[in-house]
């Protein structure tokens, strides 16, 4: 674990609240008590992060672990004095994993490789499959394959996810895994393996959803580690080597053979929820202000980085808010369910609010290392509400950058129909070491980055929740 | 991973050999041909070491991975031109890992707990068990214990421990895995589970073997990762807290209760060996220099660092005093079999060799990171001696320490009947991160830091083997 943030930004922290009131935001009246709360420093965050993943752990969305997670959430939420504190259900398809293994069988000696189920995978049946591995450097590489090279084999997909602080590789990297095994489906794939997404060396692999088309018939697909990657690929050069050698001799070898047993199951259609809570704001004709999480999580860490923290973080500086003054527009805290297999919460959200009026929207899901940027995208007539935010999170080592927010998964059906939105990029640098794996578990957070997070998050929500409707819709 | 190695120790890695020729080692000649071999650069030890791990992998002793490695060993020794190279074999009795699950079970929802059986653990059967938690800060406080706090119970040993460049801690945080399912036996305890033996922060547990006296019925034994064992305690200290409240009230709660599935088996008495090999030295009335290492891994990584590094060193030594003319003294080469699992191999040289003179014994089984400090244990003759191979490492930033060499697991029985010995220590700080854990792997290996112990290696083995009778006996 790295714990980078400076003795300075850390001394920052501590005089956050207080620093509302500075010039900075003249045109906002700093909230009462402020000053005092920042003093007292900060562990709800924390104490958020720890409990949740220590008294729950996983919780994989439309399972039992992910409805106490829940009602957890609702007791919480209403026992720090929330208002309006209510689950809204929704149905969701389940899939859980099942047994998860795999053997590198041929050309060497049988040798064990850590695998994980990717969501939606089909099952090899409980005596499993082997075959062939037709090796493809990217997920480029195997769409340009013919279709001889694939039939009937276990795809390998390589592809070393590279960090990054604003986590951009996601997107390139991550197509082996959203969409590699529907590829291969088509071209008659017997499975796909992919080397997992993710920059860490450790034999932890990172678990995730897939996706197959409609009409596309799922095959097994799982991800395995990098160091399980780089010995498939070592153990491959050697197989192509070994036979082209041998070839001269005049028989031809076994190739790189791998065996799989994957037995995940899709349990049909099952509850999940949204857990929302409220700081009520003074004025009832004013849109609220959206901060976001998801409560749900992959099932081989306790879902600490991804996503207690994020809940941790928006709701601590809900709370500062509320602590500080009743703000004169809504603050309405969106814990939401099922993010992980496929933004079912997010999606639940839209359907039943996405009518009503949102001021702007926020989403805490990139980990708890430090906010480091700040992006906007906002109607013309917040400009000036723009620069006083931007300027309020300089103290924090905070910039702003240039490109519009995106908002995060759940609520990006919002930000999709028009809500304004913000970001508070997170440092992603050590994120992808972490995420879905086994991991993600509490002792990754670093508590003084997790405070810079609830700092940063308080002085931006105390200004937007008390920001004019000629700012805001 | 970190690679420390500073490039000043890169540059003179690079010009090694040619250092025999110093007059640091005035009264010994420079082996001829050494300042070549030196340019040359080494990727001996590196490609023993990724040729091991690669098409070998996990070599358990006693299975018949550890006697593929025996075979590859022969070959691969033959290959390099050493000479009386040879498989001489042993009877061990062997135990190999079965299932391995465990859960967290009350007082909150299961959670899965990252856990590996230790050797000689007795199977739960594949039904498991379930029991209470007997918390126990470390092993002393388990031996202090009256026998109702254990009796009927899973023991936990915490203790989490400290890295040390020396790697001296493991003796003291061990004894909870050498010794403590032992005594949790003798007091009636249905199991063991400990925090592994480990300094890391991931969820691979570290497995080892741990020892039952004779009469003592062995129980199963487990350890757990360092972030497991974290969420153990959390929850433990909530169950006490929970405990407390709720006896107010007039109930009992459940305390902190585990399950367990460990089915390991032991395999009754198979063969295992060591593998020898030979650089004869021109004098034949010289007894030899003795330089070992461990060809056996546990299974759970491909025993990168421990130890096919360790015989990649001493080996590429060997055959660079080879290379650079023949020495006065025979050079013995051990790759020792079946060391994991209670130092069989290093035994059974002891029973055939033991009486055979040898002039001194060194073994490298402690990582592929940079020698930092040499050790002597060597008769007064030898005073002049140990102050040229001193001066001899000086410029690889070898520092000579002022405490006895102690040898090593497998040329232990050697040391103990009285043969001299000399320790390259290397550094230790992250030896416990990755030690008998699937993350033993070739990926963390930092190639500078491996040429740097064979630099260092070949310069003290030149010198050993070229040493006079009235030095060494």
New interface residues.
Partial sequence: ?TKTISARLLALAGTSLALLGSPLSASIPPPPGAAELAQRGDDIAWSIT?DL??????RMAGT??EA?ARRWAVARLQAMGFANVREEQFDMPVWVRGEEQAWLTSP??P??V?ITALGTSASTGPRGIEGDIAYFESFDALVAAPEHLVKGKIVFIDHQMASAQDGSGYGTYGRGRFIGANAAAKKGAIATVIRAIGTD????PHAGGTNFEAGVKPIPAGAIS??DA??LV??WK?AQQMRKSENAMGYVPEPLRMKLVLTPQNLGTKHSGNVIAEVPGSDPAASPVIVACHLDSWDL??GAIDDAAGCGIVTAAAKHVMSAGQPRRTVRILWAGAEEVGVFGGKAYFEKHGTEKHAVALESDFGADRVWRIDFKLPDSAKGLADRLAAAVVPFGVVRGKQAANGGADIGALVQAGVPAIDLAQDGTRYFDLHH???D????IDPAQLRQNVVVWSAVLAILANSADSELP
């Fill in positions: 674990m720890e993943t220590t008294e729950i752990g996983p039992e672990a106490a060497f000696l040798q064990k850590a060396d450790h034999r932890n990098n160091p780089d010995q070592r153990q050697r860490g306790t794996t086994p991991d578990t509490l002792d990754k």
